[in-house]
């Protein structure tokens, strides 16, 4: 995977939030501010605005880049959130021109890692580590099962599904949701969503490659840790 690879990731983000915004937003209004749909949506427009002006960069700059143009365009507990998760993620891919399955796994754990220190959430808490970790989970477990980069992607899309789902019953620990108390129980939580959606962009985007590099019979080696 290359920067390439990364624009289109990101620019599938995009999409997908455009097309889900009033769906996130409904979700937020359950429980939240109401604006998650429309603060995802503004960010990542910044974002593809951003980094489609910067023509040399390499993936993990690319991905900085768009951590400090969420952080600066968004407020709330989303901007600091989902900026760190991306300007983590840049900074394990660090300069490489290449990277691969490994380097990706690792540049998803950092973003983890970097959302539970600033957001000092746990799984069970009802936000996006719900969905964030089982997909990491999955996709670690797929690699070190022999799995591909696409069966590893598609996998951490499916958990990160399926952890999204598993917020409804759940209580709200954390954030604005954890004011309604029991009341938060039954509504499925717009962080979780969110981060479902960017793991179903990311494995379009390692299709999306794959189907590059065996375009017309000639395949281009992924190169890179």
């Not at 509504?187 to 494995?203: I, K, R, V, W, Y």
Request: glycine share 14%.
């Amino acid at each position: 995977m290359d920067a390439s690879c990364v624009r289109v990731w990101l620019g599938e983000v995009a999409a997908s939030l455009e097309a889900e915004r009033d769906f996130l937003t409904q979700l937020d209004a359950a429980i939240g501010d109401a604006d998650h749909g429309v603060n995802m949506h503004r960010g990542f427009t910044a974002v593809m605005a951003r980094i489609t002006g910067v023509e040399e960069a390499t993936p993990g700059q690319l991905l900085r880049i768009a951590g400090r143009t969420f952080v600066s365009t968004v407020g709330g507990a989303a901007g600091p959130l989902y900026g760190t998760a991306f300007l983590q993620a840049g900074e394990a891919l660090g300069d490489h021109e290449t990277f691969g399955p490994r380097l990706l796994g690792e540049a998803l754990r950092a973003s983890l890692e970097g959302v539970q220190r600033v957001g000092a959430a746990s799984v069970g808490d009802k936000t996006m580590v719900d969905a964030l970790t089982p997909a990491l989970s999955a996709y670690e477990l797929e690699l070190r099962m022999g799995g591909s980069l696409e069966t590893a992607a598609s996998g951490a899309r499916e958990a990160a599904a399926e952890g999204m789902r598993g917020t409804i019953p759940l209580q709200a620990r954390k954030g604005r949701a954890s004011y309604l108390g029991p009341r938060s129980v039954g509504h499925q939580d717009p962080g979780a969503t969110s981060t479902a959606l960017m793991f179903a962009a990311l494995e379009q985007a390692v299709v999306a490659d794959r189907s590059q590099r065996f375009a017309g019979g000639a395949r281009r080696p992924v190169s890179g840790p």
